[in-house]
């Protein structure tokens, strides 16, 4: 059975910091692109970044510079480190792999 786990949300102030991550069991990932997703309240669920299995990681233009994308391959693992965290970075984040999806982890980032 596949399933990807995500852990690492919560509440934070403006400017905090979160480390999420999202362990894969049931496949390899390895050769895989792996990409966490953001939906907030009311809005349409948004790609934040994503990771080829080798290569280049590419970010939406709202979170370049303050959130970074890793994978340690050896895990089955990807993980989202969140810094500067602004308020509209509220919403339920998921990662992805293969077609698969994760339950989400909450993310609050209170003003």
């Known amino acids: 059975q596949v399933q990807l786990v995500e852990s690492g949300g919560g509440l934070v102030q403006a400017g905090g910091s979160l480390r999420l991550s999202c362990a894969a069991s049931g496949m390899m990932t390895s050769f895989s692109t792996m990409a966490w997703y953001r939906q907030a309240p009311g809005k349409q669920r948004e790609l934040v970044a994503t990771?080829?299995?080798?290569?280049?990681?590419n970010y939406d233009d709202s979170v370049k510079g303050r959130f970074t994308i890793s994978r340690i391959n050896a895990k089955n693992t990807v993980y989202l480190q969140m810094n500067s965290l602004k308020p509209a970075d509220t919403a339920v984040y998921s990662c992805?792999?293969?077609?698969?999806w994760g339950q989400g982890t909450q993310v609050t980032v209170s003003s």
């Open positions: 990771i080829p299995s080798g290569g280049t990681t």
């Open positions: 992805h792999c293969r077609g698969y």
